[in-house]
């Protein structure tokens, strides 16, 4: 028998007051999830944190320690607040100056020297030991410290530089997913669902209740990396469902 494929793990950490003063809606953490899970590489945290250096630093140094991949969003812009850079470089035990390369690609970018302002040069600023990760959609890049990534907070930047970049990725076996809809309520399918999870202890089952056209509906979610099992199980799912009287949807994602 093969040794079971590997996780391949990651954590995601937004960065910036606005997120936590509610001020702003992050959408980043969403979007990459989803597409890391795509490429085989598990999400198993997210945290968001305000625009301190100590808290920063702690915080990469903890979770780079602890996962194969680390993505941060947020404050690398040209203000005063955008410390992101400085405390990742803080986090490393490097310092940090202009990449001549970015710098370049600004300067091109911007083409009259006036407009290639004290502020927008901060953009510019890496790591030492850093790789750029490319920008197409305002030129100013992130950049790569081992295996933390630093992408922009603008939601729109933040997924160019993702598709710029991930073919730099390991991950594993892609994570896939089955979901059942029923009309059931939780209090009712709880008992049988916890029986199903144990029975298919490889696979992650969740329960997720909500309204649809006004009326009670709960989306239960299987996931996994085996085709084979998650349909053998969402197939037992169903008719648990439908000898209890319920109705049973599936959908595959």
């Given at each position: 028998m ?9 954590c995601i950490?937004?960065?910036?007051n ?13 979007y ?17 944190i305000?625009?301190i ?14 996962f ?13 607040d955008?410390?992101?850079?400085d ?8 310092g ?13 970018h911007?083409?009259?020297?006036a ?5 927008r040069?901060?953009?510019a600023?890496?790591?030492?030991g ?10 100013a ?13 603008i939601?729109k930047?933040?997924e ?32 049988p ?5 144990q ?33 053998i ?21």
């Open positions: 093969s040794p079971p494929a590997k996780t391949v793990t990651a950490v937004v960065i910036g606005e997120i936590l003063s509610g001020r702003t809606r992050d959408s980043n953490i969403q990459l999830a989803t597409e890391l899970g795509v490429l085989g590489v598990r999400v198993m945290e997210c945290r968001v305000p625009d250096e100590a808290t920063i630093v702690a915080t990469i140094n903890e979770v780079r320690a602890r194969d991949y680390v993505f941060t969003t947020g404050g690398i812009g040209p203000t005063h955008d410390i992101t850079a405390s990742i470089a803080k986090a490393f035990g490097v940090i100056s202009e990449h001549p390369e970015a710098v370049a690609r600004m300067a091109r911007y083409g009259d020297p407009l290639f302002t004290p502020a040069r901060r953009m600023r890496v790591p030492h850093g790789t750029l990760v490319d920008n197409p959609v305002s030129v890049p992130g950049f790569q410290m081992e295996n933390v990534f630093t992408f922009a907070g939601p930047v933040a160019a530089m993702f598709q710029s970049m991930k073919h730099r990725l390991v991950g594993g076996e892609p994570m896939l997913s089955r979901t059942v809809r029923t009309n059931l309520p939780e209090g009712v399918i709880a008992e669902l916890g029986a199903l999870q029975r298919y202890a490889d696979l992650d089952i969740g329960s997720y209740p909500a309204f649809r056209n006004g009326k009670p509906s709960v989306s239960l979610v299987l996931r996994g990396i085996d085709a084979a099992r998650l349909e199980a969402s197939a037992e799912l169903m008719a648990t469902i439908r000898t209890m009287n319920g109705e049973a949807e599936e959908f595959t994602q």
